[in-house]
């Protein structure tokens, strides 16, 4: 299947500085990916869809200033965490849309473990 | 908007026998229903979906099925193992587009030796 990378794997910041996210589409070229947030013992919680050259839609609830999102290129998406509380500590996991043999269907990546102090 | 509802929540088996998980969804426009196995700590990986135009598909051990009429579908996975341990997630969006997915709450399924 697709395969999809996110960096950092894992993260340590101190409240108020921002963090940086990244995904990227290893062996395809992603026009739409997909931000989710995932709490312990949680579902998914998508955040925004990310669409290629354009700006990012975003779901009801969450702040677009705070979660900023580009989509620069047809192989990278990005996550900064603006100005990042403990409350914003949490596992965010991205995923690619991916055209295969006439199917569509979604390609997660590893996840981003991110921890406010 | 779309809702979801998956159980159990969780579902503990004995190694080999049949494990069920089912899910419910409200938005009649869904047609593409993916599930996802997450072990801890990893990333959701796709192990099966279905389309509407479908209703049924297999895959060695784990079969889907989908009621569009009643709005649920169903996982189903026979002689489980040790190794089917996770957590499991259905979900429903649109086919095509955006593809806006809507997950259900999740079911840890738990394999007995």
């Known amino acids: 299947g697709a395969v999809v990378s996110q960096h950092p794997s894992r993260v340590i910041c101190k409240s108020g500085t921002s963090v940086k996210i990244e995904c990227r589409s290893l062996?395809?070229?992603?026009?739409?990916m997909f931000w989710y947030r995932q709490f312990p013992k949680q579902s998914l919680m998508l955040m925004a869809t990310?669409?290629?050259?354009?700006?990012?839609?975003?779901e009801q609830g969450v702040e677009k200033d705070k979660f900023l999102i580009n989509h620069a290129s047809l192989t990278l998406s990005t996550l900064t965490v603006t100005s990042a509380h403990p409350e914003d500590s949490s596992f965010y996991i991205c995923s690619a849309r991916v055209y295969s043999g006439g199917w569509e269907t979604q390609y997660f990546g590893p996840g981003t473990r991110l921890l406010v102090l | 908007g779309e809702n979801v509802e998956q159980h159990p929540s969780t579902l503990s088996v004995q190694e080999g026998d049949s494990a069920v998980i089912k899910c419910t969804y409200s938005d009649s426009a869904s047609n593409y229903f993916p599930w996802y196995k997450q072990e801890l700590g990893k990333r959701p990986q796709l192990i099966i979906d279905?389309?509407?135009?479908?209703g049924e598909k297999k895959d060695q051990r784990i079969a889907v099925t989908l009621n569009k009429t009643a709005k649920h579908f169903s996982l189903h996975i026979t002689e489980t193992q040790p190794e089917d341990s996770a957590v499991y997630f259905c979900?429903?969006?649109?086919?095509?587009?955006?593809?806006?997915?809507?997950f259900g709450q999740g079911t840890r399924l738990t394999i007995n030796p």
């Open positions: 990310s669409n290629e050259g354009s700006k990012a839609t975003y």
């Open positions: 062996d395809f070229q992603a026009t739409t």
């Open positions: 279905i389309r509407s135009n479908v």
């Open positions: 979900a429903a969006g649109p086919w095509g587009g955006a593809q806006k997915l809507v």
